[in-house]
C-alpha cells in the first residue's frame, strides 16, 4: 500500500532530472555555437562552409530536442511520429537540391537569350 502512494506520488510531481545534466548541455550548445562561429571567422568557404555550418545546428538543434523538450525520455513511438517525417522533409531537400542544378541548366538552355 505505501509503495502504490509512493509511486503515485512520484508521478505527481513528476520526473526530474539532474541540473548537471543540463549544464552540460549548455556547455555543449556554447561549444558548438563557437564553432559555429570560427567557420565565418576563419572564412571557410563552399561546400565545407555551408556543410559544417548545417552539422553544427543540427546538432544543437538535436540536443535541444532530446533534452529540452523531453524527447530523450519519450516513448519509441512518439519518437518515430516526429522523426520520421522530419527526416522524410530533409530526403525531399536534398531531392530538391540535386534537381536544382538540372533545372538552372533546362533554363539557360532553352530561355537563353538569342536563340
Known amino acids: 500500500m505505501a509503495q502504490a502512494a509512493a ?12 541540473i548537471k545534466l543540463y ?5 555543449w550548445l556554447f561549444i558548438l555555437s ?3 562561429y570560427l567557420v ?11 556543410s559544417l555550418i548545417l552539422l553544427f545546428m543540427l546538432l544543437k538543434a538535436g540536443l535541444i ?14 519518437v518515430y511520429a516526429i522523426l ?6 530533409l530526403v525531399f531537400v536534398g531531392i530538391m537540391v540535386l534537381e536544382a542544378d538540372y ?3 533546362s ?9
Not at 509511486?7 to 539532474?18: F, K, L, N, V, Y
Open 34 to 36: 563557437a564553432c559555429s
Open 65 to 78: 530536442v532530446a533534452v529540452f523538450m523531453h524527447m530523450a525520455w519519450e516513448r519509441l513511438s512518439l
Open 40 to 50: 565565418d571567422y576563419f572564412q571557410l568557404e563552399g561546400l565545407l562552409r555551408y
Open 7 to 18: 509511486h503515485s506520488s512520484t508521478h505527481a510531481h513528476g520526473q526530474q532530472h539532474p
Open 107 to 115: 533554363r539557360i538552355s532553352f530561355f537563353a537569350p538569342g536563340q
Open 23 to 27: 549544464l552540460v548541455v549548455w556547455v
Open 84 to 89: 520520421v517525417p522530419m527526416s522524410a522533409v
Open 103 to 105: 533545372t538552372l541548366f
